[in-house]
């Protein structure tokens, strides 16, 4: 627990939720899951709650776009759901409206949400709005698992295979395009991960999502299982190609667009050797290619290739920042673009 809280927001966490009384019924415990499992009694059934919210990120202008928000509200909630391989079962909405809101401006929102339930494959159950000066819209959304094999963030071991279920770093490259005034931004519409994660819950021995960004989930899984990852895959391998351009363009280090906590929704997960034929078969046949890109190692560290050494980020440093900077993203930014030009990534 005490390296956990060597992150700012781990911290945070805990000192929440430490007087709160735990469910007998709960399976994961805190920040070991990206959604929280309820065992249903007298079954061998299992309820996956999550619940998240879009705040700075509309207050930051990240997401300006109506229908961006609207599908943003759905894909953060469903990619916890995704996480832990349940089947949707619908969700609920809290969405706070502007009063600055025009009729057309709301429709979009809307149209946003409806087209990412259609895609996840979730229901709209009911929910609560309210109107205010300050925008914000988020869910609580539940899944089912319907048997005993659960899987969290932890349970990985050394030799496990570390996979990617889709391209990484176009969140952070979106981000970085659209705090700073580029006129040329990168398309940013995560897929939902839902029929990845039920195959992923069947083989792999821990999963997590990608919503804080690449690195900052590596850390956190290295963290939680006392494990670390060798990413041994050069970098055009699994960053997006966008991602790769624009660093390219502005003269960044591709490995920046790994570093941001603005994510993709993606899934970090581990397979074991023994399981990897069986879980490439069913991903093939669901038309899926996953992305290799590491090992699982025995010592706690994050090793990551650039196509000629490997280099050690400094992780707790990394996912502390926006704290240190006491949100100003500006500041933010330009520390992190220093990181990556920096002697903090150690060569190995």
Same mark, same amino acid.
């Given at each position: 627990? &005490?390296?956990?809280?060597? #992150? $700012? ?12 009384? !735990?469910?007998?019924? &709960?399976?994961?415990? *805190? ?12 079954? +061998? ?24 928000? %609207? ?9 916890? #759901? ?14 706070? *409206? ?10 979009? #929102?809307?149209?946003? $949400? ?21 925008? &914000?819209?988020?869910?609580?959304? @539940? ?32 981000? /970085?395009? +659209?705090?700073? %005034? ?15 994660? +039920? ?8 999963? @997590? ?12 899984? @290295?963290?939680?299982? =006392?494990?670390? /990852? ?10 997006? %190609? ?18 941001? &906590? ?5 899934? #970090? ?19 899926? =290619? ?12 994050? =090793? $990551?290739?650039? %196509?000629?050494? /490997? ?5 707790? !440093? ?14 933010? @930014? !330009? ?14």
């Amino acid at each position: 627990m &005490q390296m956990r809280e060597t #992150i $700012i927001e781990n911290g945070l966490i805990s000192m929440l939720c430490e007087g709160f009384t !735990r469910s007998p019924l &709960q399976v994961n415990e *805190l920040n070991k899951s990206d959604a929280e499992i309820v065992s249903l009694p007298g079954t +061998k059934m299992h309820l996956a709650f999550t619940t998240d919210n879009i705040v700075e990120e509309i207050e930051s202008g990240l997401y300006d776009d109506p229908y961006l928000i %609207g599908w943003m509200t759905v894909i953060v909630n469903a990619s916890d #759901i995704a996480a832990v391989g349940a089947e949707p079962l619908g969700l609920l909405l809290s969405e706070t *409206l502007s009063d600055k809101y025009e009729p057309a401006f709301i429709e979009e #929102i809307q149209r946003g $949400i409806s087209d990412a339930c259609k895609e996840a494959g979730f229901f709209v159950l009911g929910g609560d709005t309210n109107f205010s000066h300050s925008a &914000q819209f988020g869910a609580a959304a @539940m899944g089912l698992i319907t048997d005993n094999n659960i899987i969290t963030r932890e349970g990985c071991e050394a030799g496990d295979i570390v996979y990617l279920s889709g391209s990484a770093g176009i969140g952070s490259a979106y981000a /970085f395009a +659209k705090l700073s %005034g580029f006129v040329e931004v990168p398309v940013y519409k995560p897929e939902p991960r839902i029929a990845h994660g +039920k195959i992923i819950r069947q083989f792999a021995s821990c999963c @997590m999502d990608t919503s804080d960004g690449f690195l900052s989930t590596l850390d956190q899984l @290295m963290r939680i299982n =006392k494990k670390g /990852f060798l990413v041994n895959s050069l970098p055009a391998e699994y960053i997006s %190609g966008d991602a790769i351009e624009m660093s390219s363009k502005y003269g960044l280090s591709p490995l920046l667009m790994l570093a941001g &906590q603005h994510g993709e929704f993606e899934l #970090i997960f581990t397979v074991p050797p023994d399981s990897e034929s069986e879980f490439l078969k069913a991903a093939e046949l669901s038309g899926w =290619k996953p992305l290799k890109i590491g090992v699982v190692t025995e010592e706690r560290s994050i =090793k $990551i290739s650039d %196509g000629n050494n /490997f280099l050690c980020p400094d992780t707790t !440093r990394l996912r502390n920042l926006l704290h240190e900077t006491k949100g100003d993203l500006s500041l933010y @930014m !330009r520390r992190l673009t220093e990181i990556f030009a920096g002697p903090v990534l150690t060569e190995f």
